[in-house]
């Protein structure tokens, strides 16, 4: 079983950037799709953004303009460039299998919180 391991998450103010990488030790990380899931409290776990083998991209409705992501194959690693945070961004942030959640163990994810 793969275990992925986030990272990068962090305290920031309405309006501020954070960059979360995933380091995901998959064989062939180059041929299979990747997201980026959020779990906030009281919350129901949330697709934000995928991106496919192909490099084709899709992002749930509330980040779509303020979200990107990517991934760098050769690192084994997706990356989730988050700008003009807003309090409603604040979660446990995830990654994993953007078509099955529960393809890959979860990881510990990393906590992004937005407050002023």
């Known amino acids: 079983q793969v275990q992925l391991v986030e990272s990068g998450g962090g305290l920031v103010q309405p309006g501020g950037s954070l960059r979360l990488s995933c380091a995901a030790p998959i064989r062939y990380f180059s041929d299979v799709p990747m997201g980026w899931y959020r779990r906030a409290p009281g919350k129901q776990l949330e697709l934000v953004a995928g991106?496919?083998?192909?490099?084709?991209?899709n992002y749930a409705d509330s980040v779509k303009g303020r979200f990107s992501i990517s991934r760098d194959n050769a690192k084994k690693t997706v990356y989730l460039q988050m700008d003009s945070l807003k309090p409603g961004d604040t979660a446990v942030y995830y990654c994993?299998?953007?078509?099955?959640?529960?393809?890959?163990?979860w990881g510990q994810g990393t906590q992004v919180t937005v407050s002023s």
């Open positions: 991106i496919s083998s192909a490099g084709s991209t």
């Open positions: 994993n299998d953007p078509n099955d959640s529960d393809r890959y163990s």
